[in-house]
């Protein structure tokens, strides 16, 4: 899967290339870092956490204001929990450790973008999205890893995402991408009995990067 992943990636970029110089389409990569949790109906210690996301987008331009945004993104979505409780095998607690969950997914985004005109851009946009499980680890708060199983969620993840940022101008085409985005999950995640208890995820993140057209 990753390998035909790659190849449409190398493919969509490079079409994208060649009709960003004709302004029809726009390619971007970006990186980014911003905050995660977790909403759910059994989670009580659990607290927002830092995390990142990246990577490659894809803007289908209608007209000079209007077009329609996607593309691939690796982000982490998750939360830390503070002083969780530790017990042995005859169920005596022996300690507390604070943790942090991340889990890891494969993006794609179907967003709306509205900008204004003029050389510096400024936009808005927001849409739905859906996610692919690709990891999911447990560590201790000074980075042991305690477990990396995919179990205690489903593979995937929907919701909406959408936020605002700038594009200036650098050379050429060439310009800098500045956005602040938000993703909350509506699909819950749980995987372990009573399932009917929701976790949704949620994330804030500022990206940087660069556009060939747009």
């Not at 927002?48 to 996607?70: D, H, I, P």
Request: with cysteine.
């Amino acid at each position: 899967m990753k390998t035909r992943l790659t190849i449409l990636l190398i493919f969509l970029c490079s079409l994208a290339s060649v009709n960003a110089q004709d302004g029809f389409i726009a390619v971007n990569a970006n990186l980014g870092f911003g905050t995660v949790n977790l909403n759910g109906d059994v989670l009580g210690n659990n607290q927002s956490g830092l995390a990142y996301t990246g990577g490659v987008g894809l803007q289908f331009l209608s007209s000079r204001t209007v077009s329609l945004v996607t593309g691939l993104t690796l982000e982490q979505k998750g939360a830390n929990f503070e002083g969780t409780d530790f017990f042995d095998v005859g169920g005596v607690e022996f300690g507390t450790e604070d943790l942090r969950n991340r889990i890891s997914y494969l993006t794609i985004p179907a967003m709306v973008r509205l900008s204004t005109s003029g050389d510096v851009k400024f936009y808005v946009q927001g849409g739905p999205y859906v996610s692919w499980l690709l990891q999911n680890r447990v560590m201790t708060d000074d980075g042991e890893l305690l477990s990396d199983d995919q179990a205690p969620y489903q593979d995937m993840d929907l919701g909406l995402t959408g936020g605002v940022g700038i594009l200036i101008p650098i050379i050429g085409p060439i310009k800098l991408n500045l956005e602040a985005r938000h993703s909350q999950g509506f699909y819950n995640i749980n995987t372990i009995s009573p399932s009917d208890n929701t976790v949704t995820t949620q994330g804030t993140y500022l990206l940087f990067g660069v556009s060939l057209g747009g």
